[in-house]
């Protein structure tokens, strides 16, 4: 790991990067890659830059992180696709990347920062936890489409006022 981790917005040209740094994260935990999940198309998944916004991390030129925020109506942003590499992972990288997501929320003037995780990932679980989330049970919301099956995931919030 360099010195300097760097923690910038996505721009097409991360593209190529990105989608092969996603999939192998969904390798990872064993899930397939769906058209629907967006990983070869970030700025229209996101929205970017009207409803959306994404962030990549970097390490000596090397993608070692994600995450994505998309912008939900009644002041939530709504947190997809953060993932840091297994190499990089409690280094405090994803703590940094976490303060990026509030600080642009609190730029949004956002109320509360919402995003869901897998039933089985113990790890993201502790560290929403560690960061300040509690878990919660939302309505269904149209542009999140996780809250229509809420048997399969943990949802998360936190306060941003």
């Avoid at 113990?122 to 809250?147: C, H, L, M, S």
Wanted: hydrophobic share 40%; no cysteine.
């Amino acid at each position: 790991m360099s010195k300097e981790i760097l923690i910038r917005q996505f721009e097409e040209k991360d593209q190529p990067a990105v989608t092969e740094f996603i999939t192998k994260i969904f390798v990872e935990v064993g899930w397939s890659v769906d058209p629907e999940d967006g990983v070869d198309r970030i700025a229209e998944y996101f929205h970017i830059p009207e409803k959306g916004m994404f962030w990549i991390v970097v390490d000596d030129e090397k993608m070692v992180g994600t995450a994505g925020m998309k912008f939900l109506s009644l002041g939530k942003g709504l947190i997809k696709r953060f993932y840091i590499s297994p190499e990089h992972r409690g280094k405090g990288i994803a703590s940094r990347l976490m303060s990026k997501l509030e600080e642009f929320g609190k730029s949004k003037k956002f109320d509360e920062l919402v995003l869901d995780t897998d039933l089985d990932n113990q790890r993201a679980v502790i560290f929403y936890e560690k960061n300040g989330f509690t878990r919660f049970v939302p309505p269904v919301i149209q542009d999140w489409e996780q809250t229509s099956r809420p048997d399969e995931v943990f949802f998360y919030k936190k306060s941003l006022l």
